[in-house]
């Protein structure tokens, strides 16, 4: 008898837990079905969506770090059913080398199009490793805290404005303003000259017009179309800038959709050009998270600068025939620096990524890159190109 009330007990308890179990993940499911129903109305009515991220990151200049931040989108014009969504994300995140950055990259589409204004705005206080200007520093000069190591104050506000005059051909202008001051240096910072000559001129401002040919499905996370871009930039005392010199920026990517949608070869092919009296922290600059990751940002530095690379990636089908919210992408690639236009030396790239969908065509996005004895892992939103 003790027995028998012991087993129905034991049973009764087992029974209430599976119930609990069982109505906690009813109610989950149900909450999590209002919730896509909410995010399909809103997409459909081209109201405000936002989603917020959390997750772990590796850079081989930031080390390990943890970023959250949010990905807000809306269309500007709710009775332009064509009109794409413009797209707000922003990602705060601290790392165990001490650093805090912000970051955020701005994408809107205004008036049937004709308009677009978009925004880089970024912060970063961190220590850092400056190895010096050219390849041969950045390939010989061995990071240390007595050779590269010292602190790095910098933000940049970088807006621009883009006028489509006829389909897919747009002009217009952009505005930026950055800042870059470095402290603690250690010796071998201190001894560069670049550093000594500009490290107390920090702010620099300058204007710029540009010209764009842009047939792009979705320019957050193309699937097909070209993208070419022009750009001049003179920076200067005359808008309370600190060194006079100019950047001449020339960008062309082309997007094939390979077999279903979603699956896609991605190239690009991007030159950075500076002349004039060009401070460290306005060089041209490879291995950041938008071109050829793994390596550390800042390490290969110098006036010119010139990179190709070419992506695949992969979205994931249903069983019904619908893609789902996952894909895998693989890319390789390689890049160089010089004074000039004499690129001698390249550096390999290449690596594999994870997207996860978070909003129509919006994506987070986990990269792991690999150079030439050098690796990183990167989390961010949206495509690097």
Avoid: C
Avoid at 112 to 124: E, M, P, Q, S
Avoid at 304 to 322: N, P, Q, T, V
Avoid at 345 to 359: A, D, S, T
């Amino acid at each position: 008898m003790k027995k028998f009330s012991i087993f129905i007990l034991f049973s009764l308890l087992i029974h209430s837990v599976f119930a609990q179990n069982e109505k906690d993940t009813t109610q989950h499911l149900n909450w999590l079905k209002r919730y896509q129903m909410k995010q399909a109305i809103k997409e459909k009515e081209g109201g405000l969506m936002v989603t917020p991220v959390l997750g772990p990151g590796y850079t081989p200049e930031l080390g390990f770090s943890i970023a959250g931040g949010a990905l807000f989108s809306i269309k500007t014009d709710k009775t332009d059913s064509l009109l794409q969504r413009s797209s707000f994300p922003v990602t705060v995140g601290f790392s165990s080398t001490g650093a805090l950055f912000i970051q955020s990259k701005m994408t809107t589409f205004w008036m049937n199009d004709k308009l677009r204004v978009n925004a880089d705005v970024g912060f970063k206080n961190m220590p850092d490793n400056y190895f010096g200007i050219g390849y041969e520093n950045g390939k010989n000069v061995e990071k240390s805290d007595s050779t590269t190591a010292f602190d790095r104050l910098w933000f940049q506000f970088n807006p621009q404005v883009f006028w489509q005059y006829k389909p897919n051909y747009f002009v217009g202008g952009l505005l930026d303003i950055n800042y870059t001051h470095g402290k603690s240096p250690s010796p071998g910072v201190s001894a560069d000259e670049n550093y000594m000559t500009y490290n107390d001129k920090p702010f620099n401002a300058g204007l710029g017009a540009h010209f764009m040919i842009d047939s792009r499905d979705i320019p957050v996370n193309a699937w097909k179309g070209w993208y070419l871009l022009a750009q001049a930039t003179i920076y200067g005392h005359y808008l309370g800038g600190q060194n006079n010199y100019q950047v001449f920026n020339v960008d062309a990517r082309h997007y094939i959709q390979l077999f279903k949608p979603g699956q896609t070869l991605a190239m690009q092919v991007r030159g950075r050009f500076a002349v004039g009296d060009v401070p460290y922290g306005e060089m041209s600059q490879l291995g950041t998270p938008f071109d050829l990751r793994g390596y550390l940002w800042g390490q290969y530095r110098d006036k010119s600068m010139l990179f190709g690379i070419a992506e695949y990636r992969h979205s994931f089908y249903k069983s019904d025939g619908k893609r789902s919210k996952h894909a895998l992408i693989g890319w390789f690639g390689g890049g160089s620096i010089a004074p000039d236009l004499a690129f001698d030396h390249w550096l390999p790239n290449g690596g594999i990524g994870y997207r996860f969908e978070v909003q129509p065509r919006m994506a987070i996005r986990f990269d792991f890159g690999i150079g030439k004895n050098t690796r990183g892992f990167y989390f961010n939103f949206n495509e690097a190109f």
